[in-house]
């Protein structure tokens, strides 16, 4: 049974920053995409970041600069460090998985985390 599990959501001044954790279980993490989406109440769910498994990051261009996506294969864990936050980031923030390349689709990531709710003050 795979389980993403988010955590490192919180309430933040804007301009601060925080660091999302998703850590996973019941997959062979190494082959895996990793994939961050958000959404923002009353939006639809929107792409943040992946990492693919070799290790390459894309970024949605709202976020270039600002966020940046790692992976630690031993732990089974990705990350994303968001810095420089704004009150438009405010968003329930969730990480997916997916084998083969990296995509800024939803649709095409097979595994869902709960989701970590990050709330960025003016």
């Known amino acids: 049974q795979v389980q993403l599990v988010e955590s490192g959501g919180g309430l933040v001044q804007a301009g601060g920053s925080l660091r999302l954790s998703c850590a996973a279980s019941g997959l062979t993490f190494s082959r895996y995409t990793l994939g961050w989406f958000r959404r923002a109440p009353g939006k639809e769910r929107e792409f943040v970041a992946a990492i693919s498994s070799g290790g390459s990051t894309y970024y949605a261009d709202s976020v270039k600069g600002r966020f940046t996506s790692s992976r630690d294969n031993a732990k089974n864990t990705v990350y994303l460090q968001m810095n420089s936050l704004k009150p438009e980031d405010t968003a329930v923030y969730y990480c997916?998985?997916?084998?083969?390349?990296?995509?800024?689709?939803?649709?095409?990531?097979?595994?869902w985390g709960q989701g970590t709710q990050v709330t960025v003050s003016a």
């Open positions: 997916a998985a997916k084998l083969g390349g990296a995509t800024i689709l939803a649709r095409a990531y097979d595994y």
